[in-house]
């Protein structure tokens, strides 16, 4: 599965910004997938993710009910929309394809797309 991450930018805290992550390769629809961020140093850590089959959707409590996770099969793409945000919002996102039921750790995943840059200024 090949990952190509896209939607980041400057934002202002309170806006919005829609992250893409567009998968080619092997079936979209056979993996889990996953959004995580790493700030300057700090450790990637794990935002949102969306199951395989039936699209249970998880989140990190930081962005629980102002970040949401979706698939479109058609377009082998997943999606973050993200409301409400802050300036510890700021890092680079990354998006993820597991084919386990293991969500929360980045050593779980098996492939990754190449990050885009979110930045929430005050």
């Known amino acids: 599965v090949q990952l190509q991450a896209s939607g980041g930018g400057l934002v202002q805290a309170g806006g919005s910004l829609r992250l893409s992550c567009a998968a080619s390769?092997?079936?979209?629809?056979?993996?889990?997938m996953g959004w995580f961020r790493q700030a300057p140093g700090k450790e990637r850590e794990f935002v949102a993710a969306?199951?395989?089959?039936?699209?249970?959707?998880y989140y990190a409590d930081s962005v629980k009910g102002r970040f949401a996770i979706s698939r479109d099969s058609a377009r082998n793409t997943v999606y973050l929309q993200m409301n409400s945000l802050k300036p510890e919002d700021t890092a680079v996102y990354y998006c993820?394809?597991?084919?386990?039921?293991?969500?929360?750790?980045?050593?779980?995943?098996?492939?990754w797309g190449q990050g885009t840059l979110v930045t929430v200024s005050s």
């Open positions: 390769g092997r079936t979209f629809s056979t993996y889990a």
């Open positions: 993820a394809a597991v084919y386990t039921r293991s969500y929360y750790l980045p050593k779980e995943y098996d492939y």
């Open positions: 969306s199951s395989r089959g039936d699209r249970t959707t």
